[in-house]
T-cell receptor, first 113, second 114 residues
Protein backbone atom coordinates (compact mmCIF):
# COMPACT_ATOMS: atom_id res chain seq x y z
CA UNK A 1 0.00 0.00 0.00
CA UNK A 2 2.28 2.77 -1.25
CA UNK A 3 -0.16 5.72 -1.12
CA UNK A 4 1.67 8.96 -1.94
CA UNK A 5 5.38 8.61 -2.70
CA UNK A 6 7.81 11.51 -2.87
CA UNK A 7 11.40 11.53 -4.03
CA UNK A 8 13.97 12.54 -3.04
CA UNK A 9 13.69 12.67 0.75
CA UNK A 10 16.54 15.15 1.12
CA UNK A 11 18.32 17.48 -1.28
CA UNK A 12 20.80 20.30 -1.09
CA UNK A 13 20.82 22.74 -3.98
CA UNK A 14 23.05 25.66 -4.81
CA UNK A 15 21.48 29.02 -5.57
CA UNK A 16 20.37 29.15 -9.19
CA UNK A 17 20.23 25.40 -9.70
CA UNK A 18 17.05 23.69 -10.77
CA UNK A 19 15.43 20.46 -9.73
CA UNK A 20 12.21 18.48 -9.86
CA UNK A 21 10.51 17.03 -6.84
CA UNK A 22 8.68 13.88 -7.81
CA UNK A 23 5.30 12.82 -6.48
CA UNK A 24 3.24 9.82 -7.45
CA UNK A 25 0.10 8.28 -5.98
CA UNK A 26 -1.45 4.89 -6.57
CA UNK A 27 -4.93 5.57 -5.20
CA UNK A 28 -6.39 6.93 -8.45
CA UNK A 29 -7.10 10.25 -6.78
CA UNK A 30 -8.17 13.15 -8.94
CA UNK A 31 -6.84 15.89 -6.72
CA UNK A 32 -3.17 16.42 -5.97
CA UNK A 33 -1.41 19.19 -4.08
CA UNK A 34 1.98 20.59 -3.24
CA UNK A 35 2.50 22.28 0.11
CA UNK A 36 5.54 23.76 1.73
CA UNK A 37 6.03 23.71 5.47
CA UNK A 38 8.14 26.28 7.26
CA UNK A 39 8.64 26.37 11.06
CA UNK A 40 5.74 28.09 12.80
CA UNK A 41 4.02 28.89 9.50
CA UNK A 42 1.99 25.75 8.95
CA UNK A 43 1.34 24.44 5.48
CA UNK A 44 1.11 26.76 2.52
CA UNK A 45 -0.37 25.59 -0.76
CA UNK A 46 1.94 26.04 -3.76
CA UNK A 47 -0.03 24.45 -6.60
CA UNK A 48 -2.82 21.98 -6.96
CA UNK A 49 -4.44 19.92 -9.68
CA UNK A 50 -8.01 18.70 -10.04
CA UNK A 51 -7.14 16.13 -12.68
CA UNK A 52 -4.76 15.27 -15.48
CA UNK A 53 -4.00 18.32 -17.59
CA UNK A 54 -5.44 20.81 -15.10
CA UNK A 55 -3.38 22.78 -12.59
CA UNK A 56 -3.95 25.92 -10.58
CA UNK A 57 -1.95 28.24 -8.37
CA UNK A 58 -2.16 28.14 -4.63
CA UNK A 59 -1.10 30.70 -2.07
CA UNK A 60 2.66 30.74 -2.83
CA UNK A 61 3.29 29.70 -6.47
CA UNK A 62 6.14 32.06 -7.33
CA UNK A 63 9.36 30.29 -8.22
CA UNK A 64 7.65 26.96 -8.90
CA UNK A 65 6.03 25.16 -11.81
CA UNK A 66 3.96 22.00 -12.04
CA UNK A 67 2.53 19.70 -14.64
CA UNK A 68 -0.02 16.89 -14.50
CA UNK A 69 0.24 14.68 -17.53
CA UNK A 70 -1.14 11.59 -15.78
CA UNK A 71 -3.48 10.93 -12.87
CA UNK A 72 -0.65 9.36 -10.88
CA UNK A 73 2.14 11.93 -11.17
CA UNK A 74 2.40 15.55 -10.10
CA UNK A 75 6.00 16.81 -10.23
CA UNK A 76 7.05 20.16 -8.80
CA UNK A 77 9.78 22.08 -10.60
CA UNK A 78 12.11 24.69 -9.12
CA UNK A 79 13.79 26.54 -11.97
CA UNK A 80 16.18 28.93 -10.20
CA UNK A 81 16.58 27.86 -6.61
CA UNK A 82 16.71 30.61 -3.99
CA UNK A 83 17.45 30.42 -0.24
CA UNK A 84 13.80 31.37 0.41
CA UNK A 85 12.82 28.02 -1.05
CA UNK A 86 14.56 26.15 1.74
CA UNK A 87 11.67 24.24 3.25
CA UNK A 88 10.01 20.87 3.65
CA UNK A 89 7.76 20.04 0.73
CA UNK A 90 4.76 17.76 1.01
CA UNK A 91 2.76 16.28 -1.80
CA UNK A 92 -0.80 15.16 -1.06
CA UNK A 93 -3.78 13.72 -2.87
CA UNK A 94 -7.50 13.36 -2.28
CA UNK A 95 -10.27 11.37 -3.88
CA UNK A 96 -13.14 13.76 -4.21
CA UNK A 97 -13.29 17.48 -4.18
CA UNK A 98 -10.71 19.60 -2.43
CA UNK A 99 -12.68 19.53 0.78
CA UNK A 100 -12.15 15.83 1.41
CA UNK A 101 -9.42 14.04 3.32
CA UNK A 102 -5.92 14.56 1.98
CA UNK A 103 -3.29 11.83 2.08
CA UNK A 104 0.27 13.02 2.45
CA UNK A 105 3.62 11.83 1.23
CA UNK A 106 6.66 11.57 3.49
CA UNK A 107 8.04 14.94 2.47
CA UNK A 108 11.18 16.29 0.82
CA UNK A 109 13.55 18.40 2.89
CA UNK A 110 15.20 20.90 0.56
CA UNK A 111 18.05 23.20 1.50
CA UNK A 112 19.25 25.93 -0.87
CA UNK A 113 22.71 27.28 -0.11
CA UNK B 1 -10.43 34.96 2.33
CA UNK B 2 -10.91 31.62 3.96
CA UNK B 3 -8.62 31.09 6.92
CA UNK B 4 -8.08 28.76 9.85
CA UNK B 5 -6.76 29.91 13.21
CA UNK B 6 -5.09 27.80 15.83
CA UNK B 7 -4.78 29.74 19.03
CA UNK B 8 -1.84 28.05 20.64
CA UNK B 9 1.56 27.93 19.01
CA UNK B 10 3.23 25.70 21.61
CA UNK B 11 1.62 23.81 24.46
CA UNK B 12 3.60 22.04 27.17
CA UNK B 13 1.81 19.50 29.36
CA UNK B 14 2.74 16.89 31.88
CA UNK B 15 1.77 13.31 31.28
CA UNK B 16 -1.83 12.55 32.30
CA UNK B 17 -2.88 16.19 31.93
CA UNK B 18 -5.91 17.00 29.82
CA UNK B 19 -5.52 18.61 26.43
CA UNK B 20 -7.63 21.05 24.47
CA UNK B 21 -6.37 22.69 21.29
CA UNK B 22 -8.42 25.43 19.73
CA UNK B 23 -9.32 25.79 16.07
CA UNK B 24 -11.55 28.41 14.46
CA UNK B 25 -12.31 29.07 10.83
CA UNK B 26 -13.12 32.30 9.12
CA UNK B 27 -16.70 32.03 7.95
CA UNK B 28 -19.63 29.71 7.61
CA UNK B 29 -21.17 27.64 4.95
CA UNK B 30 -21.00 23.90 4.87
CA UNK B 31 -17.60 22.66 5.93
CA UNK B 32 -15.63 19.48 6.39
CA UNK B 33 -13.26 19.56 9.34
CA UNK B 34 -10.05 17.70 10.03
CA UNK B 35 -7.31 17.32 12.59
CA UNK B 36 -3.97 16.02 11.41
CA UNK B 37 -0.98 14.99 13.53
CA UNK B 38 2.67 15.18 12.54
CA UNK B 39 5.09 13.23 14.72
CA UNK B 40 8.70 14.45 14.70
CA UNK B 41 10.30 13.87 11.32
CA UNK B 42 7.20 12.33 9.82
CA UNK B 43 4.43 13.32 7.44
CA UNK B 44 0.92 14.43 8.33
CA UNK B 45 -1.53 11.73 9.31
CA UNK B 46 -5.26 12.04 9.81
CA UNK B 47 -6.35 12.05 13.45
CA UNK B 48 -10.07 12.54 12.96
CA UNK B 49 -12.59 14.19 10.67
CA UNK B 50 -16.09 15.61 10.70
CA UNK B 51 -18.37 15.75 7.69
CA UNK B 52 -21.88 15.68 9.19
CA UNK B 53 -23.96 14.15 11.98
CA UNK B 54 -22.92 13.98 15.64
CA UNK B 55 -20.76 17.07 16.26
CA UNK B 56 -18.63 15.13 18.74
CA UNK B 57 -16.27 12.94 16.76
CA UNK B 58 -13.83 10.40 18.05
CA UNK B 59 -10.53 9.67 16.40
CA UNK B 60 -7.54 7.47 16.92
CA UNK B 61 -5.44 7.27 20.09
CA UNK B 62 -8.19 8.61 22.36
CA UNK B 63 -8.55 11.97 20.66
CA UNK B 64 -11.91 13.62 20.09
CA UNK B 65 -13.11 16.91 18.67
CA UNK B 66 -16.31 18.91 18.94
CA UNK B 67 -17.79 20.96 16.12
CA UNK B 68 -19.63 24.04 17.36
CA UNK B 69 -21.18 25.62 14.29
CA UNK B 70 -22.24 28.83 16.00
CA UNK B 71 -18.67 29.47 17.07
CA UNK B 72 -17.01 28.28 13.84
CA UNK B 73 -14.88 26.06 16.04
CA UNK B 74 -13.54 22.52 16.00
CA UNK B 75 -11.47 22.03 19.15
CA UNK B 76 -9.38 18.93 19.73
CA UNK B 77 -9.41 17.23 23.13
CA UNK B 78 -7.81 14.34 24.94
CA UNK B 79 -8.54 13.55 28.60
CA UNK B 80 -5.06 12.28 29.47
CA UNK B 81 -2.01 12.86 27.29
CA UNK B 82 0.97 10.57 26.99
CA UNK B 83 4.59 11.29 26.18
CA UNK B 84 3.99 9.67 22.78
CA UNK B 85 1.47 12.42 21.93
CA UNK B 86 4.35 14.86 21.52
CA UNK B 87 3.80 16.11 17.98
CA UNK B 88 2.51 19.00 15.92
CA UNK B 89 -1.24 19.19 15.40
CA UNK B 90 -2.90 20.84 12.43
CA UNK B 91 -6.51 21.80 12.00
CA UNK B 92 -7.79 21.85 8.41
CA UNK B 93 -11.05 23.01 6.89
CA UNK B 94 -12.62 22.22 3.55
CA UNK B 95 -15.44 24.44 2.37
CA UNK B 96 -18.14 22.79 0.27
CA UNK B 97 -18.04 25.46 -2.39
CA UNK B 98 -16.16 24.67 -5.55
CA UNK B 99 -12.86 22.91 -5.68
CA UNK B 100 -10.93 24.87 -3.06
CA UNK B 101 -8.32 22.65 -1.38
CA UNK B 102 -8.14 22.23 2.35
CA UNK B 103 -6.97 25.26 4.27
CA UNK B 104 -4.62 24.47 7.16
CA UNK B 105 -3.97 26.30 10.37
CA UNK B 106 -0.42 27.14 11.38
CA UNK B 107 -0.23 24.20 13.74
CA UNK B 108 0.19 23.73 17.47
CA UNK B 109 3.27 22.05 18.81
CA UNK B 110 2.51 19.83 21.78
CA UNK B 111 5.31 18.80 24.11
CA UNK B 112 4.42 16.24 26.77
CA UNK B 113 6.89 15.92 29.61
CA UNK B 114 7.21 13.08 32.06
Amino acid sequence: NAGVTQTPKFRILKIGQSMTLQCTQDMNHNYMYWYRQDPGMGLKLIYYSVGAGITDKGEVPNGYNVSRSTTEDFPLRLELAAPSQTSVYFCASSQGQGNTEAFFGQGTRLTVV
Amino acid sequence: AQSVSQHNHHVILSEAASLELGCNYSYGGTVNLFWYVQYPGQHLQLLLKYFSGDPLVKGIKGFEAEFIKSKFSFNLRKPSVQWSDTAEYFCAVGWNSGNTPLVFGKGTRLSVIA
